[in-house]
């Protein structure tokens, strides 16, 4: 059973960071695609940024810069790097496991982790 867990949210002000975990429990960790994906009150879940096995990096348009997404395969653990944060970053943060090809749906989830960036 694949089980998510993320760690590493809170309450920060506009301008600081936050550095966000996902350990995952998950066999050839190394294999899967990772991304992270983000959900505030009254929106859609959005994409923020994924990893591929070999560390290939995408991010969302608005994250650009600000944000990097990172693995430990070792750890199985993927992360994502957040500065210059803004108010409009507040979300909560999931992160997911892709274990098919490029053109597939995300197949696990985790619980989240609330970011809240204040003005």
């Known amino acids: 059973q694949v089980q998510l867990t993320e760690s590493g949210g809170g309450l920060v002000q506009a301008g600081g960071s936050l550095r966000l975990s996902c350990a995952a429990s998950?066999?050839?960790?190394?294999?899967?695609?990772m991304g992270w994906f983000r959900q505030s009150p009254g929106k859609e879940r959005e994409f923020v940024a994924g990893?591929?096995?070999?560390?290939?990096?995408t991010y969302k348009d608005s994250v650009k810069g600000r944000f990097t997404i990172s693995r430990d395969n070792a750890k199985k653990t993927v992360y994502l790097q957040m500065d210059s944060l803004l108010p409009e970053d507040t979300a909560v943060y999931s992160c997911?496991?892709?274990?098919?090809?490029?053109?597939?749906?995300?197949?696990?989830w985790g619980q989240g982790t609330q970011v809240t960036v204040s003005s």
């Open positions: 997911a496991v892709r274990l098919g090809g490029p053109s597939g749906s995300y197949d696990y």
């Open positions: 990893i591929g096995g070999i560390g290939v990096p």
């Open positions: 998950i066999r050839a960790f190394t294999r899967y695609h």
